[in-house]
């Protein structure tokens, strides 16, 4: 079992940046390499989209429209991944979730969710 907490949501302008993290709790007898670790968001109105992924070798995939304005990490000893959004824009506006994917057995864990509000 895997339990994710996310934190670092918030209200910011355009433009400006925002780190969200997020911790993993798992068993003792669960390796936590063995997880794909990600964030995905979901806009009012939309379907919930992928934002960025991490493998446990530490190489990260994201959408196409974020470009180069955010970041994803990993510290695998700490068990938490990071997301460092820069020069957000309105329509980053959404509730972020954390994710994790077992490479193995395939099962996926959901953390609650911290909402990212861009406005002017």
């Known amino acids: 079992q895997v339990e994710l907490v996310e934190s670092g949501g918030g209200s910011v302008r355009p433009g400006e940046s925002l780190g969200l993290s997020c911790a993993a709790s798992v068993g003792p007898r669960i390796n936590f390499d063995t997880y794909i670790m990600g964030w995905y968001r979901q806009a009012p109105g939309k379907q919930r989209e992928l934002v960025a992924t991490i493998n446990s070798s530490g190489n990260p995939s994201s959408a196409d429209y974020v470009e180069d304005r955010f970041t994803i990490s990993r510290d695998n000893n700490k068990r938490a991944v990071r997301l460092q959004m820069n020069a957000l824009k309105p329509e980053d506006t959404a509730v972020y979730y954390c994710?994790?994917?077992?490479?193995?057995?395939?099962?996926?864990?959901w953390g609650q969710g911290t909402q990212v509000t861009v406005s002017s």
């Open positions: 994710y994790a994917r077992n490479t193995w057995s395939g099962v996926e864990y």
